[in-house]
């Protein structure tokens, strides 16, 4: 996918779906580790997570690896940058994940089904989803 169809991809508007890690990025202010692409999709789309990417922030809250709970994070960033928590149901997003068979990661399984739902794209740094998830982009 180039920059001169995103906002056109399949006649519809985008929505972007954020993995752990640019969530976290994005809140502490460590945007330099972000790519290019991926400054321009957050700056220009709207920006959603999957409830799992807040469970996974608080188990590294939990472990010490972030210093923030996960409703801080998730609220400053709705305030912030509009970003919101999808509501898709979980049925659905549980019997997508049963097909993703290329991953034994509970986290990684959920937030890429619940992407997949509407065929969006999900921004990630992680291989393998950028591998096994074709709306994935980085």
Known sequence: MTPTNWS????????IYLDTHVVVWLYA??????????RTLINEQDLLISPMV??????????GRVTVDSSAITADLAQRIGLRVCNKSFDAIVTRATTLSWTRDSFDRIIVAQAGLGDDLLLSKDQSILKNYPQATW
């Open 8 to 15: 056109t991809w399949s006649g519809k508007s985008i929505l």
């Open 54 to 63: 807040r469970l996974e922030m608080h188990y590294l809250y939990e472990i």
């Open 29 to 38: 202010g460590l945007t330099e580790r972000l790519s290019q692409q991926a």
